[in-house]
């Protein structure tokens, strides 16, 4: 049986949380080497969205093993990314292109800081 839409996210969340918590490691070690007054602060809220997605990507890889899902290879190109997996003994395949991956990325540490549209007047 082919994965639900459902499980499609999930498996895409699974690909892309590794580089939200890679994106949050990078920004602090930039934040911890400038001149900034509120460096603390803001230190400390990133590793709270750090904490956020490493506790997601456990609950995901939960629900995906739950479901029967297993990624079981990924690929990474100068464009895009491939991941294999296997849902319920049927192997399929998954590309993300790098430019979505970024958005995605942007967008979740976005509404993880409470500055993504929503949170605009």
């Given at each position: 049986?082919?994965?639900?839409?459902?499980?499609?996210?999930?498996?895409?969340t699974?690909l892309?949380?590794?580089?939200?918590?890679?994106?949050?490691?990078?920004?602090?070690k930039?934040i911890?080497?400038?001149?900034?007054?509120?460096?603390?602060?803001?230190?400390?809220?990133?590793?709270?969205?750090?904490?956020?997605?490493?506790?997601?990507?456990?609950?995901?890889?939960?629900?995906?093993?739950?479901r029967?899902?297993?990624?079981?290879?990924?690929?990474?190109?100068?464009?895009?990314?491939?991941?294999?997996y296997?849902?319920r003994?049927?192997?399929?395949?998954?590309?993300?292109?790098?430019?979505?991956?970024?958005?995605?990325?942007?967008?979740?540490?976005?509404a993880g800081?409470?500055?993504?549209?929503?949170?605009?007047?």
């Amino acid at each position: 049986m082919k994965a639900t839409q459902e499980e499609m996210v999930l498996i895409r969340t699974m690909l892309e949380l590794p580089f939200v918590i890679k994106v949050l490691d990078a920004d602090m070690k930039r934040i911890e080497s400038s001149p900034l007054r509120t460096r603390g602060a803001l230190i400390r809220r990133f590793e709270g969205l750090r904490e956020d997605a490493r506790h997601e990507m456990r609950d995901v890889r939960q629900m995906l093993h739950m479901r029967g899902i297993k990624i079981t290879r990924q690929t990474r190109t100068e464009d895009r990314m491939t991941a294999e997996y296997i849902c319920r003994g049927r192997q399929d395949r998954m590309i993300l292109m790098w430019s979505r991956v970024k958005c995605d990325v942007e967008e979740r540490v976005e509404a993880g800081l409470g500055a993504g549209p929503a949170a605009r007047y």
